[in-house]
């Protein structure tokens, strides 16, 4: 069993940067492959980044360039590095947790692929 807890999404606005983070519980962290998600009003949830044990780290198209994924094993947490952020960013953000093992990239970016999830962070882009 994996809990997970996400912190520090906020209110910004257009060009600010938030740093989400994804606190784990249990030994098995170094396992998982990671991941992020968001979901805005309306919309159905999207993958934002993923990062498995080994470091593979694919990123959606849509924040390319912007976001970075990170993990640290031995604090058992992943990190997502928001720059340069969009209104268009603006969605409930959850961390998520893979046990598929091996992984590839391409299931990384899949929903169905994570067993475990955090309650969400609400990030909030104004214009």
């Known amino acids: 069993q994996v809990q997970l807890v996400e912190s520090g999404g906020g209110l910004v606005q257009a060009g600010d940067s938030l740093r989400l983070s994804c606190a784990a519980s249990g030994r098995t962290f170094i396992s998982y492959a990671m991941g992020w998600f968001r979901q805005a009003p309306g919309k159905e949830r999207e993958f934002v980044a993923a990062i498995s044990r080994g470091g593979v780290s694919p990123i959606s198209d849509s924040v390319k360039g912007r976001f970075t994924v990170s993990r640290d094993n031995a604090k058992i947490t992943v990190s997502l590095q928001m720059n340069s952020l969009k209104p268009e960013d603006t969605a409930v953000y959850y961390c998520?947790?893979?046990?598929?093992?091996?992984?590839?990239?391409?299931?990384?970016?899949?929903?169905?692929?994570?067993?475990?999830w955090g309650q969400g962070t609400q990030v909030t882009v104004s214009s």
């Open positions: 998520a947790a893979s046990n598929v093992s091996p992984i590839t990239m391409e299931t990384m970016t899949k929903a169905y692929a994570y067993v475990y």
